[in-house]
Structures are given as C-alpha cells and as structure tokens.
C-alpha cells in the first residue's frame, strides 16, 4: 500500500449524465494498479440492476417439446435468469461477491446481499441442477457458463462471512453436477476451442482449475492438468497476427498462456511460453483493438478483450524474471488495456455493461 503513489486516472464515463469517477489508482511508473471504493461501487451498480432483470433475454434454450417451449426464462432458471443470459447472471454474482468481500463497507452491500439470497435460494438451485438433467440441456452453457459458476464457488469458499456460508451450502449441488459433466467431458475433448469468444477451452479450464485447488478436489485438478497438457504443451508459434477477430472478448493465444503458467512450474513454463509467443507477437497483443461501434453487440465484445488481455497479461508477467524486457512490456500494456475500455463501460448499453462490468472487476481484482 505504501508504495503505491496515487496518481488518481480521471476515468469519466461517456454516458451523458457520467460522473467523473477515478475506478484505480497507479503507481509511478504504470505497473500497479488498484480498484478504489468509487470504481468498486460504480462497478457494482450494473449487474445490481439486471440480477432480477428478466428481459432482454437469452436463453439457448434447447426445447424437447412444445410445453417445454413455453417457459418463461425465470421459470427454466430460477436463480439465473436476469442479466440477458445464464452465465453474465452467473458472473455477475460472482462480481459482486468479490466486491463486497474487498470493499465490506459499500453503500450497496445491503441491497447486494439482499438481492443474491433471492436468487441462490434451495429450491431455485434445485431447479437449476433438474434442467441440466434433461437430455437436451447437458451441453447448456458448456463450458462458459460451467466456469464462471466455478468461480462465483472459489470466491464464496473463501469468504468467511455468514451469509456466504449459506449461499455456498446451497450452490454445491448445481456445482457438483457442472463438476460431474466437466469430469464426463474432459476426456472426450480430443481437440480445444481456440475462439476468442464463449467457447474458448483455456479460458474455462482456468477457471475450473482455479476452483479445483480452492476447494482442494484434486480428482478435479488432475483431470484438468491433463486435458491442458494433452492440448497445449506441444503448441508452437501462437498465430498472434491473426488476432483479434471482430468479436473477440478473450485473446486464444494469452488465454492459452494463462493456462499453462497454472499448469506448469516457472522453468517449464518459461520454456513453453518462449516457442509460444514471439517477441515481436507479443508486441502486436499490446497494440489496442479498435472499437468501433459501442452500441453493436459483438462489436463491444472488444472492450472485454481489453480487459482479458489485462488479466492475463499480468499474470503472465508475474512469472517473468525483473530482468525480462516483455516483463514491462506487459506490466504497462495491462494498464493501458484497462484504461482504454474502463471509462466506457456505462455507456447505457444493455449489450455491454451487463457483462463487460464483471471483465473489469476480473481484470482490477484477478492476482
Ligand atoms: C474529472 O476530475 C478531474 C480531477 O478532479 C478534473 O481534472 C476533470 O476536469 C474532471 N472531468 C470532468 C469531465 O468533470
Ligand atoms: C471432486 O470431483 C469429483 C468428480 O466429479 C467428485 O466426484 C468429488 O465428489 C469431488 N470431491 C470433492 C472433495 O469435492
Ligand atoms: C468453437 O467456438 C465457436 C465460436 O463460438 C463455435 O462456433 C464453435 O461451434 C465451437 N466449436 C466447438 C467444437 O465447440
Ligand atoms: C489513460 O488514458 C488517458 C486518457 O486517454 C491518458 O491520458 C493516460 O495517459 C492513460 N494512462 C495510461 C497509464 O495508459
Ligand atoms: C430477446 C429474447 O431472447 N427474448 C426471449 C426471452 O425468453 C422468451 C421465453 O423463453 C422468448 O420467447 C423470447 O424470445
């Protein structure tokens, strides 16, 4: 803390009615950052307004008949119905969890907590674990939305406070059935998903293995070590020219290294990573992406890719060696990645902030 010089970033938002709100304060020469109250309470008021929000929606859901048709989105996912689809409801308990365990003293901490016991109730999640029950609806939110549920679990299981408690009792089931799947899964997964959008395998499986070690399954983990290293540890030459794609939220090349430093020791790591990226590919990843169109809903997909590139970015510069240029090369592209996409993520949209919110909050908090 007290190496930290505040050099508060003015961050406005665009939206017309904006405060001017500095979301993180950096150290002198743009390595550290860190998530102020402001930026933690600004941040917590978007998934706040669409956790109940049933409308727009999307559900994918896959129907068997034509009663099963007509259920209402709340009606199939009790819990998670607001935020316009299944996992953005999901990570946006996960990002309030986290807020509120960082900053206990929010003015929205009642109506935080108020608003998730509604939702992860027993009855609810029993709903929720019945609907991956059906023939049809094994693959829903594979493995996307398995993640992020994973995730919001890791946050709850180290939190000691009584209302986390009884939220993470309640959710175990619906997380041993995604646990269960992703252990039926695994092994058949012969090949990865190297999209830079919701079906990204590097990007689920570090969510998962980060849940694995937390909750201590190393059934779980193991599974997952080998599935990383069956796909990944051979790969050469990440075709970081080709990236981004129009709608990309995850970079496949840094999500990959994201992976692997969790998977490997430091030297194998450091090994892996050197044949993985180039030099000169890791300076085209810190090159910011254009976004054009903040209203378009896969156009706007690339503020999230700023703040995954942050995220991984980071972590993978926390294993460099000081004397490492790309160390610093990524310390400051992490920061500008953040800075670029932060102030617009109120920008009134539904298409954006519902989700884009939690990728900052991923981004500002992620170690
Ligand atoms: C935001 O606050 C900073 C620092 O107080 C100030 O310099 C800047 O002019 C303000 N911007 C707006 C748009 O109000
Ligand atoms: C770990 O995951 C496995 C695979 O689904 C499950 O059978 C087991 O109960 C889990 N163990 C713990 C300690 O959570
Ligand atoms: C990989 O992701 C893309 C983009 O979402 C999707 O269209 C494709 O079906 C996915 N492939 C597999 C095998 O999951
Ligand atoms: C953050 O963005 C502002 C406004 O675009 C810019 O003036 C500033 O230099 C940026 N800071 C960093 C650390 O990228
Ligand atoms: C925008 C959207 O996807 N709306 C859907 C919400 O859910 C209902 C019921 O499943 C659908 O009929 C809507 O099309």
Redesign the pocket.
Known sequence: MKKILYLLLALTTLHANAQNISYFTVNRDSTVFRLTQAGASHLASLPLKCLQQ??????S?TAAAAADQL???QQ?HPAFYGCFDWHSCVHGHWMLVRLLKDFPSLPEAQQIRASISKNITPANIQQEVAYFGMPLSKNFERTYGWAWLLKLQQELLTWNDPDAIAWRKTLQPLCDTVISLWMNFLPKQTYPNRTGVHPNTAFGLVLALDYARTAGNTTFEQAIIRSAKGIYLHDKNAPTAWEPDGSDFLSPSLEEADLMRRVLNKPEFLQWFNTWISTVGLQHLTQLPVVSDRTDLQIVHLDGLCFSRSWCMKGIASLLPASDKRKQLLLHAAIKHLNASLPNIASGSYGGEHWLASFAVYALVNE
Request: charged content about 20%; overall charge neutral; cysteine-free.
């Open positions: 049933e409308y727009p929606n999307k559900t859901h259920q209402s989105p199939m």
